[in-house]
């Protein structure tokens, strides 16, 4: 169940595309993975995130199901949770704010290069921006990166603090082929409460 209502993000997510996207796309990936994971009551209790952390541990006949429906209900519940109520300007505050001036310029620059990996995206996949954990570095580093289908950055050994779904069932109702359009409004809904609550 999602925290708030179909129209809490309208009209930058309208809420006939909330509807769906929720109540039917990522619906389906979890009756899926479910289905899927019935077959193997061994790892079934397993975390969702230790399955797709390692996908090569996971039994092969579901493998590619747990990839795909498993990776879909991850992507799609952090997607939910880095939203809120849009505003005309919006942008992070506090040790965010300062790390992505710090590392890219300034907020404008960093937002430029999102969206350029988001356009870049051929077909359906997801742009991330994840914190990389080395341990040899004594500061963490923000990376933008983008997945195929409905990979994880899990599977990358990455951790996300922020989500960009690009299927076209996020936007195709309201802005059919204009990516960009979508990705302009999406900005305006970034949870920058979640968000830099995550990265600390
Ligand atoms: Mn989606």
Redesign the pocket.
Known sequence: KLPYAYDAHAPWLDTKTMEL?HGK??AGYVTKLNEALMKHPEISEKPLEELLADLGAVPEDIRGAVRNHGG?HW??SL?WMFLRPGRETNAPEGLLSEKISAQFGSFAEFRKQCTAAAMGVFGSGWVWVVVTNNTQQTTNKLEILTTPNQDTPLALGKHPILAL?L?E??YYLKHQNRRADYIEAWWHVVNWDEVPHRFE
Do not use: E, K
Request: net charge negative; no cysteine.
């Open positions: 996207h796309h990522h879909g992507n799609h997607f779904d299927w069932h996020a």
